[in-house]
């Protein structure tokens, strides 16, 4: 067996694989989304169905700037759209 051989193969696969396990992450945006489609159906579901008739309001934590752009920019549309409201967040500029 030639290990140099053997070794720069391996790396070889390696780097191919991450970047195809990279490309298929990228594409997952908006309605491929599992998660944001889950988000989205809670809060629906929360504004159709609320607990409290007079309380429709519901909250979204999140640490990173960048998540909450991401919530914003592929969940206002939709509230436009179904509910006549969108989400009161005003998108951080990214410094």
């Known amino acids: 067996m030639d290990a140099t051989k053997w070794s720069k193969d391996l790396k070889m696969r390696i780097y191919f694989h991450r970047n195809m396990l990279w490309a298929s992450i990228v594409g997952v945006r908006g309605g491929k989304d599992f998660k944001l489609q889950q988000l989205i159906k809670l809060l629906d579901n929360k504004i159709t169905n609320p607990f409290n008739l007079s309380n429709k309001k519901a ?8 998540t909450a752009n991401y919530l914003y920019e592929n969940m206002q549309d939709y509230f436009k759209l179904n509910m006549g409201t969108q989400p009161n967040y005003r998108p951080q500029k990214n410094q």
């Open 59 to 66: 909250i979204v934590f999140t640490a990173f700037a960048d």
